[in-house]
């Protein structure tokens, strides 16, 4: 057994010996001073109660299925629908954004591991023209909503300890893209030990632990224990209007959207689209006993039960992650101690061998323990679901080629800002494919969303070579 340097280093290692954790302490006696702080500070911050708890996942049985059926969703047709709503939630909407009754928020935690960046993902360059990085496009949307409302609100970004310095070193570089730095809030989010199939802890280095962001679920913790939480309701925000960094799309703040949510009285929304075929990779929405769910594409074999008449082809709505979440409903589930439940994935863990060699793994070979954001779905007491055009609103950026890459998130705002376009009555040339012959680009600070361009553009103008509207 190790020898601490005191009490209290010899009842940590004693505990986490007690735990299977002993091996954490391997190398020892080689670390320097400083590098046995380090380990034991390590240490010191895993939850065991809660390890052990995630570790009996890796052996438990599969959910036993219960009886899904569709939830409501409030159609993209609205209008057709509901005659009026449309016009009631946006006026809903729009007062509580001129009464800064909300505040934006963007789950930016996450390694970006398919895409395999160094940099933090909002980082990343990603309009036609302009090359536009996500932060940016997002701070933009946010200033227009502010100009256009005449309001203020806080933009809370939630990183990791991966990209948490990161982040602010780009922001401050670009001077917060011409929002006030007291006004872009930024959390860091929990992280998690990462374990073998044994359940045994990694070591990412002699003296260092691995661990990894504990999912976009870390928001709820996130909130509360950095004292945002606190924060806004001092500061009487109501919503939280939640989206992820990858969605280079989504119409932040949309009036009308909040509008629906508030005047259903729901304390979490969601929005969907219509999954492109059966075997898109989307979680989608159900309902599970009564209760609203997202079933993840990897289970969605949980939703093909002929015998109770229904299959995964009943189940398209699949899940954008734009959320609207009531402040007073983060600060109940917190308050009663609710924890969201761990997903496991099996994945790829580089560490420190017994022997001190570092291993950098061709397949997985451990396992991370993540919670989701819209687990918090199933305790509250009023939700909604709102359909949306995908060409609009969803354009996510995940992998380094194919499906959900640089090049189809390119693609996918050319092709939605030629929509607007020729919606405005503006011709555009297109190709065999679909694309407009030349790039197209509007600046959120033009317009963020369809409506505001259909509004503000001069019908005019005409497109006669790459054009950047500002
Ligand atoms: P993904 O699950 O797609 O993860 O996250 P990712 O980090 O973008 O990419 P991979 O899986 O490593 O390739 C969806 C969103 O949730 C955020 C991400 O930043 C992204 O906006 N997220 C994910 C967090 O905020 N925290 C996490 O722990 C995980």
Known sequence: MPEGRNPEEKRIIRIAMENGQGHLFRFWDELSAPEKDELIDDVKSIDFDRLREAVKLLKAQRKPKGHFTLPEIIRADIEE????????????????????RVAVFTAAGGQSTRLGLDIPKGCFPVTPIKRKTLFQVFAEKIIFMRERFRSVFPWIIMTSETNHQQTIDFFEQNNFFGLEAENVWFIIQEMFPSVDGEGRIFLREKNRIFKNPTGHGGTINALFSSGVLERLEKAGVESIFYFQVDNVLVKVLDPVYLGLHKLRGAEMSSKCVRKKDVNEKMGVFASLDGKPVVVEYSEADLLDDPEKGYTRADFMYGNIAVHIIETAFVKRLVSNGIELPFHVAFKKIPHMDDNGNKINPAAPNGYKF?????????????SLVVETIRREEFSPLKNREGDDSPQMVERDQLLMFAGWFEEAGIPVERMDDGLPVYRLEVSPRFAPFKEYFLEKIDRNIRVEGDTYIE
């Open 81 to 100: 629908s509901e005659p009026g709503l449309y016009q009631k939630a946006r006026v809903m909407g729009e007062n509580l954004i001129k009464d800064g």
């Open 370 to 382: 993540e919670t989701f954001i819209f687990d918090a779905l199933a305790f509250a007491e009023r």
